[in-house]
C-alpha cells in the first residue's frame, strides 16, 4: 500500500512538474500556425531578409531587405481587414544598375488590404487590394510608376499543417518611369509543425513579369527551410531561415537565395 502511495505521489509530481513545460509547447505551436498564417488577426513586424546569389557573368549578389508590418483591424463581428506594407531596402549590384555601380537606398513599397472573415470555417481565405507606392529613392532602385491590382489568399490548417497560396497582380496606372509594370506574385506556402515552436516550412515567390522579353519573364525558385518560436524576455519573435534554387529565371536573374527572417509577434 505503502509503495502504491508513492507511485501515485511521484505520477501527480511528474504531471504537475511536465504541466509548465507542455503549456508552453502549445503556446509556441499555436503561435507559430499563427505566424505562418498571413491573415491572421495578429499584429507582426517581420524583417525578412534576402541575398540574391549569382547573378550575370560576374556572379554579383543583391540584397533586399523587407521591412513587412502586419496590421490587423477588426471591422465588426463578421470582418477583418488585414493590412501588410512592404518596404524593401535594396542593395543593387552594377549589373542591375546599368553600370553606375552598387546603388542602396529605398525600393518602391507595396500595400495590401486583405478583407477576410472571422469565422470562414477549415478553409481560410482573404481579398482585397495591393497597391504599388513609388518610394524609390533612385531610378534603379524603383519603377517610379503608381500602380494597383488585386490580391487573394487561401489557406488550410489541418493538423500540425499550414498550407496554402497567394497570388496578386500589379498594373501600373501613372508615373513618369520609362517602364510599364505588369507584375504577377504567387506565392504558395507548405509549413509542418514540430514540437516546441519549431517547424519545416517552404515558401517560395514565383513572379512574372508580363512586360519582359520572351524567356526572361518567370522567376520560378524552389527549396525550403527552418524555423522556430522563441522569445528574448517576454517578446515572442520567429526566427526563420531557407534557402532556395531558381530553377527558372530572366537572363539577369539570380541563381538561388538565402532567406533569413526575424518576425516580432505582438499577440493580443
Known amino acids: 500500500m505503502k509503495t502504491e502511495r508513492i507511485r501515485t505521489a511521484l505520477l501527480v509530481f511528474l504531471i504537475f512538474a511536465a504541466a509548465p513545460g507542455y503549456a508552453q509547447e502549445q503556446s509556441n505551436s499555436d503561435l507559430a500556425k499563427k505566424a505562418q498564417n498571413p491573415i491572421a488577426n495578429l499584429i507582426s513586424l ?31 463581428d463578421k470582418w477583418n481587414l488585414i493590412t501588410r506594407t512592404i518596404l524593401p531596402v535594396v542593395s543593387q549590384p552594377n549589373i542591375l544598375t546599368g553600370g553606375q555601380g552598387r546603388i542602396n537606398g529605398l525600393g518602391d513599397a507595396t500595400f495590401t488590404g ?13 481579398v482585397g487590394p495591393v497597391f504599388l507606392i513609388p518610394t ?15 490580391s487573394v ?29 505588369n507584375l504577377f506574385t504567387w506565392q504558395y506556402f507548405v509549413n509542418y509543425n514540430l514540437a516546441d515552436g519549431w517547424y519545416l516550412t517552404s515558401a517560395p515567390i514565383i513572379t512574372a513579369n508580363w512586360e519582359a522579353g520572351s524567356g526572361n519573364k518567370w522567376t520560378v525558385p524552389f527549396g525550403g527551410g527552418a524555423g522556430k ?40
Request: proline residues 8%; glycine residues 10%.
Open 46 to 76: 517581420p524583417f525578412q531578409n534576402n541575398t540574391n546569389f549569382g547573378i550575370g557573368p560576374l556572379d554579383e549578389t543583391q540584397n533586399i531587405l523587407n521591412i513587412q508590418p502586419v496590421w490587423p483591424f477588426s471591422m465588426n
Open 114 to 126: 486583405f478583407f477576410s472573415p472571422r469565422d470562414s470555417g477549415d478553409m481560410t481565405w482573404g
Open 136 to 150: 524609390a529613392t533612385d531610378d534603379a532602385l524603383g519603377a517610379d510608376k503608381w500602380g494597383a491590382g488585386a
Open 153 to 181: 489568399i487561401l489557406l488550410s490548417m489541418p493538423g500540425p499543417w499550414v498550407v496554402g497560396s497567394l497570388v496578386s497582380n500589379v498594373w501600373s496606372f501613372a508615373g513618369s518611369g520609362n517602364q510599364d509594370v
Open 229 to 268: 518560436i522563441f522569445k528574448i524576455g517576454k517578446q515572442p519573435i520567429n526566427g526563420q531561415a531557407s534557402a532556395y534554387y531558381n530553377v527558372e529565371k530572366p537572363d539577369s536573374g539570380a541563381d538561388w537565395q538565402l532567406r533569413l527572417q526575424l518576425q516580432f509577434l505582438f499577440p493580443k
